[in-house]
């Protein structure tokens, strides 16, 4: 059996870590390298300001804000080039776009960034899956780079790749080593580890609690929900989070994942009442109009009937049923949402006899639910029944 890998970090929610720039590399105004100026840091700022009129405090920001909006152009960039290769789109006619990436990286990199050094491995391991575009020697060579010039988040982009890699503990390792320095990202990916025993880490949900409440000390909206999570369901031992509720509303706000469906369970664990209910049902409508995977497959759930009575709905099957393919067609959705989304497609088809449609979405599950490939088998049967029925009554009309 497979190990209950954890996915990988939230892209949504990159690291907030505030790595330091190679400064010696930064551009003052007048377009000279700072390591050609005056290197004191006792007279660097006031040669600042008698030179240019402005404190190093601010040219070092402005530096870095230009930094960073390169890197999002490029990033940007990277983007488009992988979505045009998944598309098809031959690799030798993206040859001079992939080289001009590169170039741009490393001349962002000589100005100071070594979150530079970071999509440069990026941008090899796009290339490296359409071999016209593979850099020989590429790969995490670049990422390493910026891990030994002190670089905090690329740990969380390493753990994140052997993760991907289903090499658990190396990702383990990276994102100890990112923890160790401070990163949130890596802390919060430490502690799915934890809370499933993967990874050489020892299985405690009481070790995962701790490692997601050092997460949210950097301000990382993930931890919360899952801090959450945990605590709900083990409420006698594990202390309530201090403001939970107000952060839990501003993850909400922010879009983060879980944040809604953890909240709304907070509500209705401490009141049943019909005002709370009809918020709980809003909180979910808005979440999911948003985006939020887990309120999308809450929604459709309750649509369904799962709930419906409880929650003083009527039961939609039709609108159940959209927002289940809205979850499968997300590009956000996990392996395991898109697969759940699509076994109960196939228990609402088979419900209303449409057979061939509901073995179709139970050949999607079928790999990693059991009942799903013997309902498939049982759709396909049925489904072909009917269509000989119908065959047999061409000369009448047809259900």
């Known amino acids: 059996m497979k190990p209950d890998l954890p996915p990988v970090s939230p892209l949504k929610f990159p690291p907030l870590n505030l790595d330091q720039p190679l400064e010696s590399?930064?551009?003052?105004?007048?377009?000279?390298?700072?390591?050609?100026?005056?290197?004191?840091?006792?007279?660097?700022?006031?040669?600042?300001?008698?030179?240019?009129?402005?404190?190093?405090?601010?040219?070092?920001?402005?530096?870095?804000?230009?930094?960073?909006?390169?890197?999002?152009?490029i990033s940007v960039r990277i983007k488009t080039l992988e979505t045009l290769l998944k598309q098809g789109q031959p690799p030798e006619s993206l040859l001079t776009a992939y080289d001009d990436i590169y170039e741009q990286l490393e001349m962002v990199y000589a100005d100071g960034s070594l979150g530079a050094l970071v999509m440069i491995s990026k941008l090899y391991l796009v290339g490296a899956q359409f071999p016209p575009l593979a850099t020989p020697g590429g790969g995490l060579k670049a990422a390493v780079m910026a891990a030994e010039l002190g670089y905090v988040s690329v740990y969380s982009f390493l753990g994140d790749y052997h993760l991907g890699e289903g090499r658990a503990y190396e990702a383990a390792e990276a994102y100890e080593s990112g923890a160790y320095k401070g990163c949130s990202v890596s802390k919060y990916q430490l502690a799915q580890f934890a809370e499933r025993g993967v990874g050489g880490q020892l299985k405690s949900v009481r070790a995962a609690f701790d490692l997601y409440a050092e997460a949210t000390t950097g301000n990382y909206p993930p931890a919360w929900v899952a801090m959450a999570r945990l605590w709900l369901r083990n409420p006698g031992?594990?202390?309530?989070?201090?403001?939970?509720?107000?952060?839990?509303?501003?993850?909400?706000?922010?879009?983060?994942?879980?944040a809604a469906t953890a909240l709304a369970e907070i509500y209705l664990a401490h009141d049943h009442s019909s005002d709370t209910k009809r918020m709980v049902m809003s909180l979910y409508r808005c979440a999911a109009v948003g985006g939020d995977i887990e309120a999308q497959l809450k929604l459709a759930s309750l649509l369904a009937g799962e709930g419906a009575w409880e929650m003083e709905i009527k039961p939609d099957l039709e609108e159940a049923l959209w927002w289940y393919e809205w979850v499968y067609d997300s590009e956000n959705a996990s392996p395991a949402q898109?697969?759940?989304?699509?076994?109960?497609?196939?228990?609402?088809?088979?419900?209303?006899?449409?057979?061939?449609?509901?073995?179709?979405?139970?050949?999607?599950?079928?790999?990693?639910?059991?009942?799903?490939?013997?309902?498939?088998?049982?759709?396909?049967?049925?489904?072909?029944?009917?269509?000989?029925?119908?065959?047999?009554?061409?000369?009448?009309?047809c259900l």
């Not at 007048?30 to 005056?38: L, N, P, T």
């Not at 006899?353 to 073995?359: E, S």
């Not at 309902?375 to 489904?383: D, H, Q, S, T, W």
């Open 237 to 258: 031992e594990m202390p309530r989070p201090e403001h939970l509720v107000g952060m839990l509303k501003e993850c909400v706000e922010m879009r983060c994942e879980g």
């Open 338 to 397: 898109a697969v759940l989304a699509h076994l109960k497609l196939g228990h609402l088809f088979m419900a209303k006899d449409q057979y061939d449609r509901a073995a179709h979405h139970f050949a999607f599950a079928s790999d990693t639910h059991l009942e799903a490939a013997e309902l498939r088998r049982i759709c396909e049967e049925k489904g072909e029944n009917l269509r000989r029925w119908r065959q047999h009554n061409t000369g009448g009309e």
């Open 25 to 73: 590399r930064l551009k003052l105004p007048d377009g000279s390298m700072v390591k050609e100026g005056y290197r004191d840091p006792d007279c660097f700022d006031i040669h600042c300001q008698s030179r240019f009129g402005r404190s190093w405090f601010s040219i070092r920001a402005e530096c870095i804000e230009h930094l960073e909006a390169r890197l999002g152009a």
